[in-house]
T-cell receptor, first 113, second 115 residues
Framework: AQSVSQHNHHVILSEAASLELGCNYS??????LFWYVQYPGQHLQLLLK??????LVKGIKGFEAEFIKSKFSFNLRKPSVQWSDTAEYFC???????????FGSGTQLTVLP | EPEVTQTPSHQVTQMGQEVILRCVPI?????FYWYRQILGQKVEFLVS????????KSEIFDDQFSVERPDGSNFTLKIRSTKLEDSAMYFC?????????????FGQGTRLTVV
């Protein structure tokens, strides 16, 4: 069965710091990979996704993620975070063997002004 | 922009009571899902629904749970006799197609508290 691991449970950064959130998945076949963000009191929103092609994908609000197949990883990055990036971030996998998303446990990002 | 809406945003219920969580998926979507997130834990798949029947369900989705699309617009999750461990945030999602590259849109969630 597929699984997703997010190793950082809570990350605290100051504004303008660079961000990298780790995501590893376990599934050997073709995968589609997603990062979702959940701002306080709001619904899950798609930040970016990877289906195929360029392994470096750019999403909304300056976020990007790199798919490294050999490492089964899809880490999320942002060069300079803002206070408004404070939210919970979820990595998710949608693979060929399942019709639903499998989520990681989430990373709470707190950006200090 | 079309969105998935869920009501209520927060529901408190006594253990043993029945609850119905409501969702209005995006109107032209065909695939519907319920997920839940227990506080501090990961988002877990409960059930998927297509063509008026359940297409997949997880181990969590036992006989206490049921889903329905009663009127062509609402998509409901019913818990017959709630337990303390049912306390969680419940998310509804919908997709227009079943292909892997079809994005799932999520509602804002219903926080269920069982006391």
């Amino acid at each position: 069965a597929q699984s997703v691991s997010q190793h950082n449970h809570h990350v605290i950064l100051s504004e303008a710091a660079s961000l990298e959130l780790g995501c590893n998945y376990s599934y050997g076949g073709t995968v589609n990979l997603f990062w979702y963000v959940q701002y306080p009191g709001q619904h899950l929103q798609l930040l970016l996704k990877y289906f195929s092609g360029d392994p470096l994908v750019k999403g909304i609000k300056g976020f990007e993620a790199e798919f490294i197949k050999s490492k089964f990883s899809f880490n999320l990055r942002k060069p300079s975070v803002q206070w408004s990036d404070t939210a919970e971030y979820f990595c998710a996998v949608h693979s060929g063997s399942a019709r639903q998303l499998t989520f990681g446990s989430g990373t709470q990002l707190t950006v200090l002004p | 922009e079309p969105e998935v809406t869920q009501t209520p945003s927060h529901q408190v219920t006594q253990m043993g009571q029945e609850v119905i969580l409501r969702c209005v998926p995006i109107s032209n979507h065909l695939y519907f899902y319920w997920y839940r997130q227990i506080l501090g834990q990961k988002v877990e798949f409960l059930v998927s629904f297509y063509n008026n029947e359940i297409s997949e369900k997880s181990e969590i989705f036992d006989d206490q749970f049921s889903v329905e699309r009663p009127d062509g617009s609402n998509f409901t999750l019913k818990i017959r006799s709630t337990k303390l461990e049912d306390s969680a945030m419940y998310f509804c999602a919908s997709r227009s197609g079943r292909k892997l590259d079809t994005e799932a849109f999520f509602g804002q969630g219903t926080r269920l508290t069982v006391v």
